[in-house]
């Protein structure tokens, strides 16, 4: 995968492992180099330094949701989120796959909505973070994302008309409020949608240009709300966090914040285990896509995973650059310059944070992986990628340029094994790793 630094959100936090280098060596005397902190040389701690919750700017502004900031709209998307009358059944909606008390996820393999999945679901708090929306990255911004399930058969299986006629009943005020006058839905089917079913598509087809726009537009504003509520939930420090910042203001280690075996994971993590190269920053992820030859749930179907989503993006017509988006086009430089043509994109997901993972099993796109221990395991493995070539293994891809250069294995004993699945355990809030310290 081609190390673009793509997004100014990753390079800030490049930047900020640099400066944190810069101003830790600047005050350092030449004998003090290599003077250790509760063990951790300065280039360490300064790596420890970039994964704490405290290094995490705010979060970005998304030009193309102009309500995105409004209290009001924070508001109504928290109860779009709940409610389940936005689905074909009546009784799915975002928090049935994405449940508050659980990281905003369902613990299942692959999610079970109006019908069944393809894909793991993943957590929400943070993904305003997020350039890439998806596993696969084929939405461009949380209320694009937040599009897709409710018109997904698998999913809440509603269609565009039926969700505004239902908005435009119980909604109206909020709405209003927030996005100006409901355009006229009476004499519009019930149910009509581009995405449906045969009987909705044709309905769609014989509205007129103007009533599809705006159906349209009320359908592209409830995910502008629903992104707002999404983006207002707050990250919780971790144990983590709370030994870092020790370590990082020179304090004596807070005995019992962390256990030996969680710090020797620690060590491993940032050192010869590699993870931070690609779950790093005060998120662990670098919101990047890499192939990493997990194998697939059904062998006959791989999942082309990035390498089938970047002409969706560029196609969708809720993307930045579309007639729904606030956003100017010199506002959406990502979109514009996504990469597309990379075969490093075959197979590829995008790396998941890893806050909170301890309390989220099973694991990777589609819940293939049961256990942190084998997820650990699966990174000394290195198996050979179904589909596209896994950045883990050493081996050239055919025709593949320098940018796959020679990796250096993971080797890790069975003690060390354990040492990063404990490290993994300090990820999570505070309240949630209480009982599991060792
Ligand atoms: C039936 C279960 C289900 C429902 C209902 C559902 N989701 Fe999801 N969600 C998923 C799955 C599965 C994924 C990953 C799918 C993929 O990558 O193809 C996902 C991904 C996401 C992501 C991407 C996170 C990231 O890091 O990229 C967000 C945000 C999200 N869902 C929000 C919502 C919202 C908002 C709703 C309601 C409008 C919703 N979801 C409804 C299952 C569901
Ligand atoms: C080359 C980039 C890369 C490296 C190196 C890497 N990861 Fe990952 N990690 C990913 C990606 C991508 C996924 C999702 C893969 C998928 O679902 O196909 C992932 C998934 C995970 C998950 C599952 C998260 C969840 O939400 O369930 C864990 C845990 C994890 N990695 C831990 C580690 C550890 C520990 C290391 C070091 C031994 C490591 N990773 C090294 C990219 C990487």
């Not at 596993?135 to 509603?158: I, M, T, Y």
């Not at 002409?311 to 010199?330: I, W």
Request: charged share 20%; proline share 6%; aromatic share 6%.
């Amino acid at each position: 995968m081609r190390r673009l630094m793509s997004s100014a959100w990753l390079l800030g936090s490049v930047m900020a492992v640099m400066a944190a280098l810069v101003v830790t060596l600047a005050h350092a005397g030449p004998q003090s180099l290599a003077s250790t902190a509760q063990g951790w040389s300065n280039e360490e701690q300064a790596v420890l330094a970039s994964l704490s919750l405290k290094r995490l700017p705010p979060v970005p502004v998304d030009p193309s949701n102009a309500v995105e900031g409004l209290p009001a709209a924070v508001d109504l998307g928290r109860r779009l989120f709940g409610d389940a009358r936005f689905s074909a059944n009546g009784a799915v909606s975002c928090a049935s796959c994405h449940d508050p008390g659980k990281q905003f996820q369902d613990g299942l393999p692959v999610s079970q909505g109006v019908g069944t999945g393809s894909r793991r679901s993943m957590p929400i708090v943070g993904t305003g973070y997020s350039t890439w929306l998806f596993w696969d990255g084929r939405k461009d911004s949380l209320w694009a994302q937040a599009l897709g399930p409710l018109e997904d058969a698998a999913e809440q299986g509603g269609n565009r008309t039926r969700h505004a006629h239902l908005l435009a009943q119980s909604y109206r005020q909020d709405y209003e409020s927030l996005f100006g006058p409901m355009p006229k839905l009476d004499g519009l089917p019930q149910d009509a949608g581009p995405n449906g079913a045969a009987a909705e598509k044709t309905a769609w087809a014989v509205m007129t240009a103007r009533q599809r726009e705006d159906v349209s537009r009320v359908f592209a504003n409830m995910g502008k709300a629903i992104a707002a509520y999404e983006k207002s939930l707050a990250i919780e420090p971790s144990r983590l966090d709370r030994y870092v910042d020790g370590v990082v203001a020179g304090r004596a280690a807070d005995p019992g914040v962390l256990q030996p075996g969680e710090i020797r994971g620690l060590r491993l993590f940032i050192g010869k285990a590699q993870c931070v190269t690609c779950h790093n920053g005060p998120l662990l992820t670098d919101q990047q896509f890499h192939n990493t030859g997990v194998p697939p749930r059904d062998p006959a179907r791989p999942d082309r995973g990035r390498a089938d989503a970047t002409a969706r993006v560029r196609n969708d017509e809720f993307n930045c650059l579309g007639p729904f988006s606030d956003a100017r086009p010199l506002q959406c430089q990502e979109l514009r310059f996504m990469v597309d043509d990379d075969q490093a994109l075959v197979g590829a997901f995008k790396t998941p944070g890893l806050r909170g993972v301890a309390q989220r099993a099973p694991h990777m796109h589609a819940g293939q992986l049961s256990t942190l221990e084998q997820v650990v395991r699966h990174y000394v493995a290195a198996p050979h990628a179904a589909v596209g070539h896994s950045e883990l293994t050493h081996r050239h891809a055919g025709g593949g340029a320098a940018k796959h250069a020679e990796r250096v294995p993971i080797e890790l004993t069975d003690a060390e094994v354990a040492d990063l699945v404990r490290f993994l355990g300090t990820l999570s809030e505070e309240r949630a790793t209480v009982s599991a310290a060792r």
